[in-house]
């Protein structure tokens, strides 16, 4: 894993940008995995702004959403389609046909598991995912992936857990009845076979969460920490997500020393 610690949201919002960019620079066709949640914001506000400079062109892109909620209406302001829509796809030109994303409003247990079939042979038939972007819950969740989750999971119907509604209902003015309990998520075997995934995590309430990720042990207790076994994860952290972290120095330094041999290059 290649852990990056910068101080602040805004400058881990804007590696992750240039990450994503540079990316779709290298391929004719990316296929990216978005999350949703507080913490991708600022990214999606900075590859909008890029746009907008004629920096980057999504046409070609095919995007695939972590996760959404079940019991939402699709155009529920807090549903992660309305949040897609919001924060990037009603800003940048991807055009409709290629964005997945799960779908709020089915509830018979049928058509959802002839949902997640359908969601993991998209993802195959477009090549599968190049990058992957992921948040990580108070517990260490990722997507909605929840402790217990087997670690080669897939796309399928998840129950949240009571940490994860508490933390949600902060989009639900705090209403923790109207959080939806429910959600269907790509697996982490789904998100471990993205080729690329990169992590951000930002203030206090995400150090815990961040250290058993990367320094405890491989555990469906912190569906995260299965990226230690990925061979090209980037995690993001500002000071506040990184400061539980024991090998902290050893990241700030091996991060140092490559940054000295790119300006070199
Ligand atoms: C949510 C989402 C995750 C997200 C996480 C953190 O429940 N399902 O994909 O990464 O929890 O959310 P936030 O970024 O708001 O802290």
């Known amino acids: 894993m290649e852990i990056i610690v910068l ?23 990316i296929v990216l995995g978005l999350a949703t949640g507080s913490t991708p914001v600022g990214l999606y506000q900075e590859l909008v702004a890029r746009y907008k400079k004629n920096e980057v062109d999504f046409s070609n892109a095919v995007t695939f959403n972590l996760d959404e909620y079940v019991g939402l209406e699709p155009e529920h302001p807090q549903s992660y389609n309305s949040f897609m829509e919001q924060h990037l796809f009603g800003e940048i030109n991807v055009p409709i046909k290629q964005q997945y994303i799960p779908p709020s ?65 902060k989009f639900f003015d705090r209403q923790i009845d109207v959080v939806p309990k429910m959600s269907i998520t790509m697996g982490v075997g789904t998100i471990m076979e ?47 997500a990184a400061k539980n972290l024991k090998h902290l120095e050893y990241y700030k330094w091996v991060y140092q020393n490559k940054r000295e041999l790119e300006t070199q290059m």
């Open 194 to 240: 993205a080729k690329r995934c990169i992590l951000l995590a930002n203030g206090e309430n995400k150090a815990k969460a961040v250290a058993n990720a990367i320094e405890g042990p491989i555990t469906a207790s912190v569906p995260a920490s299965a990226l230690q076994m990925h061979p090209n994860t980037t995690i993001l952290l500002d000071a506040s």
């Open 7 to 29: 101080e602040t949201y805004h400058e881990i919002s804007q590696v992750a940008a240039e990450i994503v960019v540079r990316s779709m620079q290298q391929t004719e066709k």
């Open 105 to 169: 409003n089915i509830s018979n247990l049928k058509e959802i598991d002839r949902f997640c079939l359908w969601y993991e042979e998209e993802i195959q038939r477009h090549g599968g995912i190049d990058l992957q972007i992921l948040g990580i819950g108070v517990d260490g969740h990722i997507g909605f992936n929840e402790s217990s989750s087997s670690l080669q999971s897939r796309t399928r119907l998840t129950t949240l857990a009571r940490s994860t509604i508490e933390a949600n209902a």
